[in-house]
């Protein structure tokens, strides 16, 4: 499985940006999916995830302004991110896996940052 992120850019404050992710290669539907970020100087962190049936989970600060949602027949997975903040600037990163709990497929990342 090969995963394509993409959608990252320079923002500002208030702004909004969707983050894509395109999976090939032997992919599967019953795949978890997720975001993943990285700021300079820190951990990657969980941000937001989606099941194979399209529930949905948050990192507290993004609830409510971050929404992830997949195509299944696309084989996509989006993250659009309103009211953007400086904290969010980070390399994005997606992933799919078998489990909420395990990921084992990385996408390359994408670079986001929200200027003050």
């Known amino acids: 499985v090969q995963l394509q992120a993409s959608g990252g850019g320079l923002a500002q404050a208030g702004d909004s940006l969707t983050l894509s992710c395109a999976a090939s290669?032997?992919?599967?539907?019953?795949?978890?999916m997720a975001w993943f970020r990285q700021a300079p100087g820190k951990a990657r962190e969980f941000v937001a995830a989606?099941?194979?049936?399209?529930?949905?989970s948050y990192i507290d600060s993004v609830k409510g302004r971050f929404t992830i949602s997949r195509d299944n027949a696309k084989k996509t997975m989006n993250l659009q991110m309103n009211s953007l903040k400086p904290e969010d600037t980070a390399i994005y990163y997606c992933?799919?896996?078998?489990?909420?709990?395990?990921?084992?497929?990385w996408g390359q990342g994408t670079q986001v940052t929200v200027s003050s």
């Open positions: 992933a799919a896996g078998v489990s909420g709990s395990t990921w084992n497929y």
């Open positions: 290669g032997r992919t599967s539907n019953n795949y978890h």
């Open positions: 989606i099941t194979w049936s399209s529930s949905t």
